[in-house]
Structures are given as structure tokens and as C-alpha cells.
Nanobody, 127 residues
Framework: QLPLVESGGGLVQAGGSLRLSCAANGFTLDPYAIGWFRQAPGKERDWVSC????????TYVDSVKGRFTVSKDNAKNTVYLQMNSLKTEDTAIYYC????????????????????WGQGTQVTVSS
């Protein structure tokens, strides 16, 4: 697996914001689609968002549409997940994942579509 490192998690009050980062060490993210997933305690890991290699395609699960924004900074070799208007139900460990793509618009949403995973970062939203 390729090394991915998430950061930016923490404790925030409901209505607050956090920005998660997903950085690649030792390889370029240019040809990779990046997915964000989250896993709440006692629940399965769910897809949240993805961004295609070129950034032309971004998609979101309905529950975060209008609140979360995924972006890619090729110069910094980092993908971001900006999370605004956070809710208590957003509390989870957030993971980024990368999969080599051969289309600039490739943006998979299934866990099985991704081979490379980060270690996760905890996001806790208090009421």
C-alpha cells in the first residue's frame, strides 16, 4: 500500500468547521482518485466523498451535500475535506483512500474500489 496520512481531526462544537487533509508521502497523487470515508462507533465504514484525479469530478453522500467540500492541491500533493456546519452525527473516524485511475473523471464510491488507505483521523462533534 501507498502511504497516506490524514490530519486535521479534533473536537468541535456542533455548527463548527474542520478541514481534514490527506497527504501522500513519496508518491504523487496526480493519477489517483481520492475517496473520503468515515466510520462511527459500532457502525460500518461509509463513503463520504470523492474527487477524481483531475478534480473535475466530485461527489458527496446526500447527508453532507452543501456542508462538505473536497478539493485537491496538486502543488502540495494533498487532498482536503472542508467540513462546515458540523453535526453530532458527523462524529466518526475519517479515512482517505486512493486508487489509481485511468480516467480524469474516475470517482469511485465503494470501499472495494480503493486499495490504498490512511490510518484515519478522529472527528468528534459535541452538542
Amino acid at each position: 500500500q501507498l502511504p497516506l496520512v490524514e490530519s486535521g481531526g479534533g473536537l468541535v462544537q456542533a455548527g463548527g468547521s474542520l478541514r481534514l487533509s490527506c497527504a501522500a508521502n513519496g508518491f504523487t497523487l496526480d493519477p489517483y482518485a481520492i475517496g473520503w470515508f468515515r466510520q462511527a462507533p459500532g457502525k460500518e465504514r461509509d463513503w463520504v466523498s470523492c474527487i477524481s484525479p483531475t478534480g473535475i469530478q466530485t461527489t458527496y453522500v446526500d447527508s453532507v451535500k452543501g456542508r462538505f467540500t473536497v478539493s485537491k492541491d496538486n502543488a502540495k500533493n494533498t487532498v482536503y475535506l472542508q467540513m462546515n456546519s458540523l453535526k453530532t452525527e458527523d462524529t466518526a473516524i475519517y479515512y482517505c483512500a486512493a486508487e489509481r485511475a485511468y480516467s480524469g473523471s474516475y470517482c469511485p464510491t465503494a470501499i472495494a474500489d480503493y486499495f490504498n488507505w490512511g490510518q484515519g483521523t478522529q472527528v468528534t462533534v459535541s452538542s
